[in-house]
């Protein structure tokens, strides 16, 4: 599946790692929409930009992704997680959605993001 152009959120509050992902996201051909830094710009940003997919950090400082997830559930915008805690820090009702265990290449990004659009079309 062609990447090119399509728009992902990023969700990332360590700068460093934001700016890492924003480039693996840009070498895909994707356009990065954020990146987000906190829960609130995350989800403020789930809600009103035109999206396609996006990558969430679980551990957002003192708070979650989890209201940023549910306002892209709400959206139809497909999403996968990306956590160094792996699948057990992901309530029950996200329990479907791709988790990619950091640290990630940018190959394993590309392909969970071929396969959040590949179930986005089904």
Avoid: W
Wanted: proline share 4%; charged share 20%; hydrophobic share 50%.
């Amino acid at each position: 599946m062609d990447l090119i152009g399509k728009r992902v959120l990023v969700v990332e509050d360590e700068a460093i790692l934001a700016m890492s992902v924003e480039d693996m996201i840009h070498e895909l051909g994707c356009v990065v929409v954020g990146p987000a830094l906190s829960a609130a710009d995350g989800e403020q940003l789930a809600r009103t930009q035109a999206l396609d997919a996006a990558v969430l950090d679980i551990n957002m400082g003192e708070s979650s992704s989890f209201a940023i997830a549910t306002a892209l559930h709400e959206r139809a915008i497909p999403f996968g997680f990306a956590t160094g805690y792996g699948r057990t820090g992901v309530p029950a009702e996200f329990a479907s959605v791709p988790v990619l265990a950091k640290p990630y290449t940018g190959e394993a990004l590309g392909e969970m993001l071929r396969r959040l659009f590949a179930v986005g079309r089904a």
